[in-house]
T-cell receptor, first 116, second 113 residues
Framework: AQKITQTQPGMFVQEKEAVTLDCTYDTSDQSYGLFWYKQPSSGEMIFLIYQGSYDEQNATEGRYSLNFQKARKSANLVISASQLGDSAMYFCAMREGSSNTGKLIFGQGTTLQVKP | ETGVTQTPRHLVMGMTNKKSLKCEQHLGHNAMYWYKQSAKKPLELMFVYSLEERVENNSVPSRFSPECPNSSHLFLHLHTLQPEDSALYLC????????????FGPGTRLTVT
């Protein structure tokens, strides 16, 4: 069974508007971490934001915020005031607490295009 | 020096060649990872090294051979590859522990002809 699901292969957003990228996950661990990465066309994966399963508040990093709904097992990324440079592929990832190797499990990714 | 570097950035090799990919991290991390990213597929974890010991090998064919001589360097030795091995190979590093994010290098774009 897929552990990380991103159901939006592609998204469009108008510059300066907000956009939400969906991510749902599946784990039986009580302790886990959720991550979002951005991958521009250059290929490098850029870390954006982290949410721990025990964190009571939603994580925020500048224009990025993570809408964490634990009961629904969702960890959606919200980008406010979109910029042209936000056009990229976005990956949701999870690290399970039971993993002793620290490995990340990635979703399929969502391609975001920001329109001027 | 940027956090995680990878060389070469692009590589074209024949199926009978032997080549190596190099990854170096300057962040003082103690875990390193190799990922494969094929078109239209999620990132696939290949190998994990923690404190220079291989702790995970995700059913990767033996034509891929990793090496971690110290905590700052990671290699992926390639031999007799197949065309389906063409992909972007990403190296990452992190501190050990659940909440630490992984920092990625720019990747090596490999084409097997």
């Amino acid at each position: 069974a897929q552990k990380i699901t991103q159901t939006q292969p592609g998204m469009f957003v108008q510059e300066k508007e907000a956009v939400t990228l969906d991510c749902t996950y599946d784990t039986s661990d009580q302790s886990y971490g959720l991550f979002w990465y951005k991958q521009p066309s250059s290929g490098e994966m850029i870390f954006l934001i982290y949410q721990g399963s025990y964190d009571e508040q939603n994580a925020t990093e500048g224009r990025y915020s993570l809408n964490f709904q634990k009961a629904r097992k969702s960890a959606n990324l919200v980008i406010s005031a979109s910029q042209l440079g936000d056009s990229a592929m976005y990956f949701c990832a999870m690290r399970e607490g039971s993993s002793n190797t620290g490995k990340l499990i990635f979703g399929q990714g969502t391609t975001l295009q920001v329109k001027p | 020096e940027t956090g995680v570097t990878q060389t070469p950035r692009h590589l074209v090799m024949g199926m009978t060649n032997k080549k190596s990919l190099k990854c170096e991290q300057h962040l003082g991390h103690n875990a390193m990872y190799w990922y494969k990213q094929s078109a239209k597929k999620p990132l696939e974890l290949m190998f994990v090294y923690s404190l220079e010991e291989r702790v995970e090998n995700n059913s990767v064919p033996s034509r891929f051979s990793p090496e971690c001589p110290n905590s700052s360097h990671l290699f992926l030795h390639l031999h007799t590859l197949q065309p389906e091995d063409s992909a972007l190979y990403l190296c990452a590093s992190s501190r050990r522990g659940q909440s630490y994010e992984q920092y990625f290098g720019p990747g090596t774009r490999l084409t097997v002809t």
